[in-house]
């Protein structure tokens, strides 16, 4: 059923992070997505979970496209296997989590999906990898799970931070219910 109360919140952008770590996890099966419908108007819609919208003077992206971005922006080009016991993070303690190395950038990228209302300290141990001694953190996140963006103000964006690394298995505070993407050299 349509109606103007179906918006993209947190919890919507949130569960579609959890759900594209599988895509992703599968990209040997999965080849294409995408994502439906992507524009609307503010005086003149059909569907209200659009990634964007506009009216004639501003427009806003919703929490929804921030992940769409995130996950399109960080793709690489080879998937790589990221276990917890030996089994693929699938929502074990409400972590959901994919890793990729991209042969352009030379980088690996991980991303990890919070569902938790609380925050998880994550080790990485990376088995077979070399990594360099500076970390990128792409957090997204909201105060509530019923955030939304709007035309008055975006609360939900990605915030970057570069750390310094140490050789060997690191940790990495996730805050709850957030999408946070490392990227290392």
Do not use: C
């Amino acid at each position: 059923v349509v109606k103007p109360d179906n918006k993209n919140n947190w919890l919507t952008a949130l569960s579609e992070a959890a759900f594209m770590t599988g895509l992703e996890r599968n990209a040997d099966v999965v080849t294409m997505t995408s994502y439906a419908p992507l524009f609307a108007h503010a005086d003149g819609w059909q569907w209200t979970p659009d990634l964007i919208w506009f009216n004639n003077l501003k427009s806003y992206a919703t929490p929804n496209y921030y992940v769409q971005k995130l996950f399109s922006n960080n793709k690489g080009t080879e998937v790589l296997k990221i276990t917890d016991h030996g089994k693929p993070v699938t929502g074990q303690d409400q972590l959901y989590a994919t890793a990729v190395k991209d042969a352009a950038t030379k980088e690996t990228i991980i991303k990890i999906v919070n569902t938790d209302a609380g925050s998880k300290s994550v080790t990485i141990n990376p088995a077979n990898l070399k990594l360099g001694n500076t970390l990128t953190k792409i957090t997204l996140t909201a105060p509530q799970l019923s955030t939304e963006n709007s035309f008055e103000n975006e609360p939900i964006q990605p915030k970057e931070e570069t750390v310094s690394l140490k050789k060997g298995k690191m940790t990495v505070e996730i805050p709850s219910q957030s999408l946070v993407i490392l990227k290392v050299n």
